[in-house]
């Protein structure tokens, strides 16, 4: 049992660590299509747009990808929490 509750936390740590990775990699896409997509710029023929949905298709990747992490920590966390 004790080495189901080591092997738990190990993968605990993973998907958190995960999480960070990918939740750095999201805000440097935001920044990233902020700055391709500026709202100042008058001709809106010159913005690089496809650049930018390149980048929100990632974005929509990690974020689904984030959910499902999340959803592992939930799980991974109540159970240990009852092995505690």
Same mark, same amino acid.
């Given at each position: 049992m004790r080495t189901e509750i080591l092997a738990a936390k190990g993968l605990l740590a993973e998907q958190r660590r995960k999480t960070i990775d990918l939740?750095?990699?999201a805000k440097g896409l935001i920044t990233h299509i902020r700055s391709v997509l500026s709202p100042y710029e008058e001709d809106v023929t010159v913005l690089r747009v496809e650049e930018a949905a390149s980048? !929100?298709?990632r974005l929509l990747e990690i !974020?689904?990808?984030m959910k499902e992490i999340?959803?592992?920590i939930?799980?991974?966390e109540a159970d240990l929490g009852r092995e505690a």
């Open positions: 939740d750095i990699e980048s !929100v298709r !974020v689904g990808q999340k959803g592992k939930a799980k991974l």
